[in-house]
């Protein structure tokens, strides 16, 4: 069992940025494909980002350019830098862990990222 905590979520104007942090609780951390999800109101929960245990990474198409995600495998964390933020960005946050392509899936409790004026 992987506990997944995730940070850094909040209110914040268009154009900003925000960094969301989510903490593992697992000593093999560096092995699991990690990934940031995202569900908007009223709309299906999409893939935003994603990381191979080996550092590959991918982003959906509206939001490259603009967000990063990294890995700090010493600390088990990942990281979603978002720059350039917009309204429809707006939506609970979710991370993910898991092992290969068929492992069971872990999930964070979400963080809300509301992007306003």
């Known amino acids: 069992q992987v506990q997944l905590v995730e940070s850094g979520g909040g209110l914040v104007q268009p154009g900003g940025s925000l960094r969301l942090s989510c903490a593992a609780s697992?000593?093999?951390?560096?092995?699991?494909?990690m990934g940031w999800y995202r569900r908007a109101p009223g709309k299906e929960r999409e893939l935003v980002a994603a990381?191979?245990?080996?550092?590959?990474?991918s982003y959906v198409d509206s939001v490259k350019g603009r967000f990063t995600i990294s890995r700090d495998n010493g600390k088990n964390t990942v990281y979603l830098q978002m720059k350039s933020l917009k309204s429809e960005d707006t939506a609970v946050y979710y991370c993910?862990?898991?092992?290969?392509?068929?492992?069971?899936?872990?999930w964070g409790q979400g963080t809300q990222v509301t992007v306003s004026s």
């Open positions: 990381i191979t245990n080996r550092g590959s990474t």
């Open positions: 993910n862990a898991r092992l290969g392509t068929y492992g069971v899936p872990y």
């Open positions: 697992t000593s093999i951390f560096s092995s699991y494909n």
